[in-house]
């Protein structure tokens, strides 16, 4: 969305487009790559968020917007481990968020981008997860992997 976007225009486009009502909850804004611009997350009830669903794109001023499903997925900035965060870490060595190395990822000089979790799950499972990219890639196997297994957790 761009920035100058309001809240009653979302809500307005919601009401004509998807037919919801009610108020939806906006949770917070993700800054995007596009400058100027924001992601919206926005929290609905089950009932809106299948509407929205089926609805895919929502149009604001004659400009159609990607509606998306946000996971809420925690990763640890420590060792980079999924489902809790750097500050409830168990663990005290930190790991690279784009090598294989011991050490915070802000502070890599390694010129080669390798997933740790990846890379250990291929290891330990005998996996072949591709493994280039940062923890943070959304391709991640084991990202997508959290994200299925929230899904089936989350009773919609
Ligand atoms: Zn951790
Ligand atoms: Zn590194
Ligand atoms: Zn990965």
């Not at 509407?51 to 509606?67: A, C, E, N």
């Not at 990822?105 to 990846?118: A, Y």
Request: aromatic share 8%; charged share 25%.
């Amino acid at each position: 969305m761009p920035d100058e976007t309001t809240e009653d225009e979302v809500q307005e486009a919601l009401a004509i487009n998807a037919d919801i009502k009610e108020m939806l909850n906006i949770r917070f804004k993700l800054s995007s790559r596009q400058p100027g611009t924001a992601h919206w997350i926005l929290e609905t009830p089950s009932e809106s968020f299948h509407k929205l669903k089926r609805l895919g794109k929502l149009p604001i001023h004659w400009t159609m917007h990607q509606v998306q499903e946000f996971f809420h997925i925690k990763r640890c900035n420590n060792c980079q481990g999924f489902r809790h965060l750097a500050k409830d870490c168990p663990s005290n060595r930190p790991s690279c968020g784009s090598c294989v190395g011991h050490h915070p990822t802000r502070k890599c000089r390694s010129p080669q981008v390798v997933c740790i979790n990846c890379a250990m799950h291929n290891q330990i499972h005998g996996t072949r997860f591709p493994a280039y990219h940062h923890t943070s890639d959304s391709g991640c196997s084991c990202y997508l992997r959290e994200v299925a297994l929230y899904k089936e957790t989350r009773d919609y």
